[in-house]
């Protein structure tokens, strides 16, 4: 079946603009998790996103991060006024249930964020 | 919150050699633990996991014991291909608010492996 997709797969951006990055989980998982992957600071947890609950933000970096699930399935991360410490590779990841650790997540290819 | 930490540095190695990269971990409670790997140009894929102290994850020739008494989660394979040649990343759950199972993960060794 289908996996997990991301969009766009690349994106250069200059500094101080927004972008949008877009997730599509495979269909029935319930989580949804976004991860970020840079030189600097390997792979690292930003939010978390189970169902129509409360999302965890404890991983965002700065209040220009934010991201929404609309419907329980599609999740768009929004960065605002971009700085070049954002470039990075943004993983999006999806689960069956994010309540039992057994559970593993299934990740998406990425989006590959360049400002300019 | 939990943490991983793996042995610093690439690992080159040639073709049918042994393969060994270190895991070790700080957690509280009992923590699921993974092995992904990133092929070139490729996303993360799970290697192999275990759930619980004394399970053996295996996959692909590949595998992992939990060790609880040493807090390690090494992995191993008995003889590389060049196919193998990609980034391992260990991880476990470290888990959050509100049911978050979120993945806590090592800097991750790039593996090249040799004909």
């Known amino acids: 079946g289908a996996g997990v997709s991301q969009s766009p797969s690349n994106k250069v951006t200059e500094k101080g603009k927004d972008v949008e990055l877009r997730c599509d989980p495979i269909?029935?998982?319930?989580?949804l998790y976004w991860y970020r992957q840079s030189l600097g600071q390997g792979l690292e947890f930003l939010i978390y996103?189970?169902?129509?609950?409360?999302?965890?933000k404890s991983g965002l970096p700065s209040d220009r991060f934010s991201a929404e699930r609309t419907g329980g399935s599609v999740s768009t991360l929004t960065i605002q006024r971009t700085q070049q410490e954002d470039s990075a590779v943004y993983l999006c990841?999806?689960?069956?249930?994010?309540?039992?650790?057994?559970?593993?997540?299934?990740f998406g290819p990425g989006t590959r964020l360049t400002v300019t | 919150g939990n943490s991983v930490t793996q042995m610093e540095g690439p690992v080159t190695l040639s073709e049918e050699a042994f393969l060994t990269i270190n895991c070790t971990y700080t957690?509280?409670?009992?923590?699921?633990l993974f092995w992904y790997v990133q092929y070139p140009g490729e996303g993360l894929q799970l290697l192999l996991k275990a759930t619980k102290a004394d399970d053996k994850g295996s996959n692909k020739g590949f595998e992992a014991t939990y060790r609880k008494e040493t807090t390690s989660f090494h992995l191993e394979k008995g003889s590389v291909q060049v196919s193998d040649s990609a980034v391992y990343f260990c991880a476990l759950s470290d888990p959050g608010a509100y049911g978050n199972n979120r993945l806590a993960f090592g800097k991750g060794n790039q593996v090249v492996v040799i004909p």
């Open positions: 269909s029935g998982h319930t989580a």
């Open positions: 996103f189970q169902g129509n609950s409360a999302p965890d």
């Open positions: 957690a509280t409670g009992y923590p699921s």
């Open positions: 990841a999806s689960s069956l249930q994010g309540t039992t650790s057994s559970y593993e997540q299934y």
